[in-house]
């Protein structure tokens, strides 16, 4: 089955610290990854793709992502979080162009 | 703002009843989503257009479910017959065909089913 896993619900981290969000994925083929983040009564915002390319993938607000085919994971990193990056993160994986696959969600606190 | 928008933003409706919510796209996205989104779960995926055609329904949740995108421009999701279970977040989203499926949501309407 085709499927996305954030296998934290939770991720606490230090403002100034680095952070990750983890995901990993079970799908077919060659999908697009995304990041998307949502705010308090605020709708989801886009973060960041992978498409093709680099497996790098630099987004919105400083955050990066790193795909890892061997490992079917594209984890969501930043060097150093802000209290203000506190919210709900989501992986999405789209392994047909039609269809869209969302994580849980992983609930990121940053504390001052 | 020029943004996607939902109307209405909450719904409040009581079980058995038929419920109609709107999505107005982008303008210059050709590509609609309609997704659920239920407490402490991340979107669920329900249907898709591209322009006023219809790609992927199969994920609609029940034949109770419809949605139409009559012009290729605004969108209507129905439900009908509504139950408790259908009380969710619904989330509609466009794209445009360059924009390899990154989405740009709106603010969902909240359905209550009482």
């Known amino acids: 089955a085709q499927s996305v896993a954030q296998p934290e619900d939770q991720v606490n981290v230090a403002e100034g610290n680095p952070l990750t969000v983890k995901c990993t994925y079970s799908?077919?083929?060659?999908?697009?990854l995304f990041w998307y983040v949502q705010y308090p009564n605020r709708g989801l915002q886009f973060l960041l793709k992978?498409?093709?390319?680099?497996?790098l993938v630099k987004g919105s607000y400083g955050f990066e992502a790193e795909f890892n085919k061997s490992q079917t994971s594209f984890h969501l990193k930043k060097p150093s979080a802000l209290v203000s990056d506190s919210a709900l993160y989501f992986c999405?994986?789209?392994?047909?162009?039609?269809?869209?696959?969302f994580g849980a969600g992983t609930r990121l606190t940053v504390k001052p | 703002d020029t943004g996607v928008s939902q109307n209405p933003r909450h719904k409040i409706t009581k079980r058995g009843q038929n419920v109609t919510f709107r999505c107005d796209p982008i303008?210059?996205?050709?590509?609609l989503y309609w997704y659920r989104q239920t407490l402490g779960q991340g979107p669920e995926f329900l249907t898709y257009?591209?322009?006023?055609?219809?790609?992927?329904k199969s994920r609609l949740l029940s034949d109770r479910f419809s949605a139409e995108r009559p012009k290729g421009s605004f969108s209507t999701l129905e439900i009908q017959r509504t139950e408790q279970g259908d009380s969710a977040m619904y989330l509609c989203?466009?794209?445009?065909?360059?924009?390899?499926?990154?989405?740009?949501f709106g603010p969902g309407t909240r359905l209550t089913v009482t």
């Open positions: 992978y498409i093709t390319g680099d497996n």
């Open positions: 257009f591209q322009n006023e055609a219809q790609l992927e």
């Open positions: 999405a994986v789209s392994p047909l162009r039609n269809d869209m696959r």
């Open positions: 989203a466009s794209s445009s065909e360059a924009g390899q499926r990154t989405e740009y």
């Open positions: 303008s210059e996205h050709n590509r």
């Open positions: 799908v077919s083929g060659n999908p697009y």
